[in-house]
Structures are given as structure tokens and as C-alpha cells.
């Protein structure tokens, strides 16, 4: 069996003030959390370290929402790996649908970032989706196909098991539209038939595989409850410690 894992991924919100609310909010939720299952907090990096300091002995780990693949030199802006485990962080977003449409990420640029953070200790959850377009154009699996090959390029088998795939169809993400349990569960079966081809059955089996899109309080137990479905990645309803207690909950049953 493989352990649940759910991200939230809080994106460009939450000042100090408003993070310290929402932390303390799922502090206090904390005592809910399901054994065997893994709850990550993605907030931006203005609130890492303020973060790390309050979960002091409470069961969720921290992640960053992104990173660069030096360590560290004349990168106005950004974020190296070894700065984001100095305040804690244990995960890391890597190639979410938004840094690959709004900021230009290729799949190289996320292959780089992926060998990087796996190198230096952190676990990457790697995004992958198709568009609307895509999906419409029924190249779904060629799309996905085409991610994960290039995020997982000369990755070794003794490290890629550490990886996270977050399958999030970009249609889905922060409309309100969600894949149904039966189309992810179809792109995720898929995912674990490369993972499967790439390396082997063995970790195909042990890869965790998030479906990330539109999750909420409602709709995901029914995702979770699909065998090849193994966590979430929370966007909009990670924002509240209700909501988003609501789904680590509902991977448990
Ligand atoms: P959403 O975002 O839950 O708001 O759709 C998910 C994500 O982008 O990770």
C-alpha cells in the first residue's frame, strides 16, 4: 500500500500575518490528521521560515513552490534547494502548469530542477497535464508521455522512487471543473504504465501519483478512493483549515 500524500499549494497568497492565521487554523485541525497519511504546506517563500517555527513538533511537513537547479550566484529572484531545507521545507513543487505557461519552464528547465532537488535530499512534486486543447484533440497520453519523460531524463532508478507525479489536467486547475475519479484514474494508470516502461514495475508501483485540480471538500473522497490515485495537490481549498482538513480526512477512508 502506498501512503496518502496531500499538498497544499497556496500559491501567490498569504501575507506573514494572513499565513500565521491559516497555520495556526491547521494546527489546531492537526489532531485530525489520519495515520499514513503525509500532509505537505506549500506556502510562498515569505513564509517558510515563520512556517517551519510554528509546526515545531506538529505532524505536517513543508514544501516550496519552486526552485532553482544552482546553488547558489547571480540569480536575482530566485530560490535554491538548500535555502528551502534551511527553513524546513522537505518537498518542492517543480513544473506546475502556471510556472510552465506564465513563466516559460520547459521540460528541460524542470528535468534540471527535478535532478537538482532529488540530489540535494528534497522530494519533487512533479506536475504534469494536458490543456483543454489537448485533451479535446485526444492527445492527453502523448502530452503527459512527453512531461514525464523529460522531467525524469537521466533521473537513476534509486532516487526517482522519492519523486511525486501530480497529474493536474490544466483544465481543472482553480476552475472548479474537475476531472472526474474515472478520467484520472485513467491518466494515472497511465502514468504508472511509463513509470513502469522507464524504469520498472517495482517503482511504478512505489511512485506516488497525486491528482491535483479543483480538489475540494466534496469531490475528494471520490477521487481518492481510485487504487491509482495516491493524494492530492490542493490549490484554492488548501486556504482554509477546514477545507482543506476535510480532504487530508478524506484520503484516509
Ligand atoms: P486548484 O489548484 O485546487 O485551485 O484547482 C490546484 C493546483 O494548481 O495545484
Same mark, same amino acid.
Given at each position: 500500500?502506498?501512503?496518502?500524500?496531500?499538498?497544499?499549494?497556496?500559491?501567490?497568497?498569504?501575507?506573514?500575518?494572513?499565513?500565521?492565521?491559516?497555520?495556526?487554523?491547521?494546527?489546531?485541525?492537526?489532531?485530525?490528521?489520519?495515520?499514513?497519511?503525509?500532509?505537505?504546506?506549500?506556502?510562498?517563500?515569505?513564509?517558510?521560515?515563520?512556517?517551519?517555527?510554528?509546526?515545531?513538533?506538529?505532524?505536517?511537513?513543508?514544501?516550496?513552490?519552486?526552485?532553482?537547479?544552482?546553488?547558489?550566484?547571480?540569480?536575482?529572484?530566485?530560490?535554491?534547494?538548500?535555502?528551502?531545507?534551511?527553513?524546513?521545507?522537505?518537498?518542492?513543487?517543480? +513544473?506546475?502548469?502556471?510556472?510552465?505557461?506564465?513563466? %516559460?519552464? !520547459?521540460?528541460?528547465?524542470? &528535468?534540471?530542477?527535478? /535532478?537538482? =532537488? $532529488?540530489?540535494?535530499?528534497?522530494?519533487?512534486?512533479?506536475?504534469? +497535464?494536458?490543456?483543454?486543447?489537448?485533451?479535446?484533440? %485526444?492527445? !492527453?497520453?502523448?502530452?503527459? &508521455?512527453?512531461?514525464? /519523460?523529460? =522531467? $525524469?531524463?537521466?533521473?537513476?532508478?534509486?532516487?526517482?522512487?522519492?519523486?511525486?507525479?501530480?497529474?493536474?489536467?490544466?483544465?481543472?486547475?482553480?476552475?472548479?471543473?474537475?476531472?472526474?475519479?474515472?478520467?484520472? =484514474?485513467?491518466?494515472?494508470?497511465?502514468?504508472?504504465?511509463?513509470?513502469?516502461?522507464?524504469?520498472?514495475?517495482?517503482?511504478?508501483?512505489?511512485?506516488?501519483?497525486?491528482?491535483?485540480?479543483?480538489?475540494?471538500?466534496?469531490?475528494?473522497?471520490?477521487?481518492?478512493?481510485?487504487?491509482?490515485?495516491?493524494?492530492?495537490?490542493?490549490?484554492?481549498?488548501?486556504?482554509?483549515?477546514?477545507?482543506?482538513?476535510?480532504?487530508?480526512?478524506?484520503?484516509?477512508?
Amino acid at each position: 500500500m502506498r501512503p496518502k500524500v496531500i499538498a497544499g499549494n497556496w500559491k501567490m497568497n498569504k501575507d506573514a500575518d494572513g499565513s500565521v492565521e491559516l497555520i495556526n487554523g491547521l494546527i489546531t485541525r492537526s489532531g485530525e490528521i489520519p495515520n499514513g497519511v503525509t500532509v505537505v504546506l506549500c506556502p510562498p517563500f515569505t513564509s517558510l521560515a515563520i512556517a517551519q517555527r510554528l509546526l515545531d513538533g506538529v505532524p505536517m511537513a513543508l514544501g516550496g513552490q519552486n526552485m532553482h537547479y544552482e546553488d547558489e550566484g547571480a540569480f536575482t529572484g530566485e530560490i535554491s534547494a538548500g535555502m528551502l531545507k534551511s527553513v524546513g521545507c522537505t518537498f518542492v513543487i517543480i +513544473g506546475h502548469s502556471e510556472r510552465r505557461q506564465i513563466f %516559460g519552464e !520547459t521540460n528541460d528547465l524542470v &528535468n534540471k530542477k527535478v /535532478k537538482k =532537488a $532529488l540530489s540535494a535530499g528534497l522530494r519533487p512534486i512533479i506536475c504534469v +497535464g494536458e490543456t483543454l486543447e489537448e485533451r479535446e484533440r %485526444g492527445v !492527453t497520453e502523448q502530452v503527459i &508521455n512527453v512531461q514525464l /519523460k523529460g =522531467a $525524469l531524463q537521466d533521473v537513476p532508478e534509486n532516487e526517482v522512487s522519492r519523486a511525486i507525479i501530480a497529474y493536474e489536467p490544466v483544465w481543472a486547475i482553480g476552475t472548479g471543473k474537475n476531472a472526474t475519479p474515472d478520467q484520472a =484514474a485513467d491518466v494515472h494508470k497511465y502514468i504508472r504504465k511509463i513509470l513502469g516502461q522507464f524504469y520498472s514495475w517495482n517503482i511504478a508501483e512505489k511512485t506516488i501519483i497525486q491528482y491535483g485540480g479543483s480538489v475540494k471538500p466534496d469531490n475528494a473522497r471520490g477521487l481518492l478512493a481510485k487504487a491509482d490515485i495516491d493524494g492530492a495537490l490542493v490549490g484554492g481549498a488548501c486556504l482554509k483549515p477546514e477545507s482543506f482538513m476535510e480532504i487530508v480526512k478524506a484520503s484516509a477512508s
